[in-house]
C-alpha cells in the first residue's frame, strides 16, 4: 500500500503536526515502507503455525509458594511513632 502526500497530510493534520513538504515527503516514505513490510508479514502463509509468547520453548522455574518470614508485626509497631488497634496512625495529608 502506498500512500499519497494528500493522505500523509491529512495524518499530520490528524496528529496535529506541522510538516513541511520536505517532511510529508520523507513521511510518505517511510509509511509506505512501513505498510509494505506488514504486506509482506500478512502475506506469509502460517495455517498450522500455534502462537507462541516467546520464539524458544522455555519454562519459567517456579518454587514453591510457601511463607518463609514469621509475623514481626509486633515487633515493628514497637518502634512506630503512633500505633492504635494494630494500625500505623500518620499525619493527615489531604484536608
Given at each position: ?19 513541511d ?47 518463609t ?27
Open positions: 500500500m502506498s500512500l499519497s502526500t494528500l493522505d500523509v497530510e491529512k495524518i499530520a493534520r490528524l496528529a496535529r503536526l506541522a510538516m513538504e520536505n517532511e510529508v515527503e520523507a513521511a510518505r516514505n517511510q509509511l509506505s515502507g512501513i505498510f509494505g513490510l506488514i504486506a509482506e508479514m500478512q502475506a506469509v502463509d502460517t495455517d498450522g503455525v500455534e502462537p507462541m509468547s516467546h520464539s524458544q520453548d522455555l519454562a519459567q522455574r517456579l518454587r514453591v509458594d510457601v511463607v518470614d514469621s509475623n514481626q508485626r509486633v515487633l515493628f509497631q514497637a518502634i512506630a511513632p503512633q500505633v492504635e488497634a494494630g494500625l500505623y496512625l500518620v499525619p493527615q495529608v489531604i484536608e
